[in-house]
């Protein structure tokens, strides 16, 4: 029987170590991102890669994508071995900018088997879903990448 509570911020974790290790993401497990000169440059063309936020996505930093949990089940399912998570993305003010990142999330996760994720073995994962949210406060486009993780343990 597995902890869900915990399995389930494990491999949120795990993803966000993954995806960093594969360039797509900058992770500090404390927070505390220093600021990309780049985002103060109205040319610039070339950025960090968007921070990992968890189960929100706050004004900074401006580029962003959020890792939040949203089963379908409930998160106290002392059983579970399925866990559905979101990732939101925010990268400023140029949309195809969103849709590259969704690709490339997409090629890295969609369809990947047996894979560990942190401290997590995953089984497959796969994408449900992906599209545009509409802009966010201050006019930046977001979009939404939906996985579902199946066959889930904890191997340490």
Known sequence: MTDAPEITT?????????????GLVRYAPGGGYPRDPAEDDEDAST???????????????????????YDITSPADTTATAVSLQLR????????????????????LHQR?????????VS???????GPMGPDEQGRPEFTSNY????????G
């Open 10 to 22: 494990a491999l949120m974790r795990g993803l966000a170590e993954d995806l960093a290790t594969a």
């Open 47 to 69: 950025f960090l890669p968007p921070a990992v936020q968890f189960q929100q996505m706050l004004a900074d930093p401006p580029r962003s994508v959020s890792i939040s949990f």
């Open 89 to 108: 993305i925010r990268l400023g003010w140029e949309p195809l900018e969103g849709i590259d990142l969704l690709t490339a999330l997409s090629r890295r």
């Open 113 to 121: 088997q047996h894979t560990q994720l942190g401290n997590v073995h």
């Open 124 to 130: 497959f994962i796969r994408r449900l879903s992906a």
């Open 148 to 155: 579902r993780f199946t066959g889930l343990s904890l191997t």
